[in-house]
């Protein structure tokens, strides 16, 4: 009896064994298949994710292609071939399939941006460039429940100007003329000449002396180590080499004036004898329009705004307490302005061959008037005509000045003009079949290398100031917020919310 219990007992264990063996098969064949599909949806979502990053990825580098191009029209072609479409810069072996949307790339004027001194002109007539793109990605998983694939769709909205850019060299020439010596009723009562170099100071404290990662910048001999933007002071009069320095040590004394030079038209280099990179040799004779080198130590700090009043250029262009800067001189000389063009473009195009990378600007102020007699004229120089209107003229005196202005553009410069005060008669000394005979507002006009590159400031009291000199791309007439918009000019695209308005 026992003996048969103990069969009875031993064949029923075997039959649950191999009961739950049968069990724990099914369960773990369910947990494959649970394990598996888990693993699917992670691959999906995995695919996805990295294929909406690219997709991203190449539309932000695309609008900031194409922004960096306005205002012009260049700006769509250089969106789309820096979009992740096949063949173009930003694609993907991975993702094939990128479209652009339908209207895009697109240049848009926006009000924010324009509020921020971002202005909207011709040939684009927009500030903002808006890329769109899409791509259909299959799915393993979603297929299984009836969905095989997912669009993914990427926007991105770029700003013209606002991000830090490379380094800047930038040349700024000053008319220091009698007719910049009046009165100017919308700065404050002061003169013209003064009201212009407190725009400069204006610009110095928007600039970036030295390299973005420094925290303070590192000066020597008037120059940052790590130079980011540098910045010469050139103006008319000429002076002599030897007294240059007159114009920016304090007190003030000015220096001496010689008649007009006339530099090359095509030196890539201007250096007047006796000039270091620091201050110029007392006592030479040499005529020059420079006053200071290209120098970056007008402040110790990037994120500053507070000027370097140990700087001898800050000092030159009177932002040091008790030190006028550079002065009227009295010499009665007339204004010729070419000369001092060609002198500029030498010097930037030097600069810009010693810092590789770096941009090159010219900005000129002035009336935009000529009218110098041969008296104030250097006539025995080489080449010099009394009549051929060809540099270096005593006739077409502001058709001279626009020819140096426009080959300095066509020599990669960005040329500024600021008309300041342009009166409502002048460059008599050019023919009446002239565009700019009677009209210093178009030699201004056309001394600008860009529409987008002149303005005016128009607003004085006074008789003779031409109040139809506007700039219709940049309206300000505060000299002030001119050099602001200037420098904000000096940096690249950068993206924005696409839900700017």
Do not use: H
């Not at 895009?104 to 040939?123: F, H, M, Q, R, W």
């Not at 009836?146 to 700003?159: F, R």
């Not at 219709?472 to 924005?496: G, H, S, V, W, Y």
Request: contains cysteine; aromatic residues 8%; charged residues 10%.
């Amino acid at each position: 009896m026992t003996r048969r219990l103990l069969d009875i007992l031993r064949e029923r264990a075997l039959e649950t064994a191999q009961e739950e063996s049968g069990q724990a098969l099914v369960m773990i064949a369910l947990l494959m298949v649970l394990l598996l599909g888990f693993m699917g949806i992670v691959i999906d979502f995995g695919r996805t994710y990295i294929a909406f990053r690219q997709l991203q990825a190449s539309t932000d580098a695309a609008a900031l292609a194409g922004a960096d191009q306005l205002p012009d029209t260049t700006a769509i072609s250089m969106a789309t071939s820096y979009s992740g479409v096949s063949g173009n810069a930003n694609s993907y072996s991975n993702l094939s399939g990128v479209t652009m949307a339908s209207g895009y790339p697109k240049v848009e004027c926006l009000t924010t941006l324009t509020n921020e001194g971002i202005a909207c002109v011709d040939p684009a007539d927009g500030n903002a460039l808006f890329v769109k793109q899409q791509v259909t990605i299959p799915l393993y998983i979603g297929a299984l429940f009836g969905t095989p694939s997912i669009t993914l769709t990427a926007t991105a909205a770029a700003a013209a100007r606002g991000a830090v850019s490379s380094p800047y060299n930038v040349a700024i020439i000053l008319d220091d003329t009698d007719s910049m010596f009046t009165t100017d009723s919308n700065c404050g009562g002061v003169t013209r000449f003064a009201c212009a170099l407190g725009g400069v100071q204006t610009l110095l404290q928007n600039m970036a002396p030295c390299a973005a990662e420094d925290a303070t910048c590192s000066i020597s001999n008037n120059v940052s180590a790590s130079s980011n933007d540098r910045v010469a002071i050139f103006k008319f009069a000429a002076v002599t080499d030897g007294t240059v320095n007159d114009s920016y040590t304090c007190p003030t004394s000015g220096s001496t004036t010689v008649p007009y030079p006339f530099p090359s038209s095509t030196a890539t280099s201007y250096a007047p004898s006796g000039s270091t990179t620091s201050t110029y040799v007392s006592g030479g004779t040499v005529p020059t329009y420079q006053i200071t080198p290209f120098w970056s130590d007008y402040k110790t700090q990037n994120a500053t705004s507070t000027l370097n009043s140990s700087s001898l250029l800050v000092q030159a262009v009177g932002g040091k307490s008790g030190c006028s800067g550079i002065t009227e001189e009295p010499t009665g000389r007339g204004t010729y302005y070419a000369g001092v063009i060609y002198a500029a473009t030498g010097a930037v195009l030097a600069e810009g061959a010693a810092n590789p990378g770096s941009q090159n600007v010219i900005i000129i102020l002035t009336d935009g008037d000529a009218n110098a007699t041969a008296a104030n004229m250097a006539t025995s120089t080489a080449g010099y005509s009394a009549t051929s209107g060809t540099y270096p003229s005593l006739v077409d005196q502001c058709t001279q000045a626009v020819t140096a202005a426009q080959y300095a553009a066509s020599q990669g410069i960005r040329v500024y003009a600021v008309a300041y005060g342009s009166e409502t008669t002048g460059c008599a000394t050019d023919p009446t079949s002239s565009p700019y005979y009677n009209n210093p507002c178009n030699v201004m006009k056309a001394m600008a290398s860009n529409s987008l590159y002149f303005y005016s400031d128009y607003a004085q009291s006074g008789s003779g100031i031409d109040k139809s000199c506007q700039s219709a791309a940049q309206p300000t007439t505060n000299m002030k917020t001119i050099f602001t918009d200037i420098a904000n000019q000096f940096t690249l695209a950068r993206l924005i919310p696409i839900s700017t308005t």
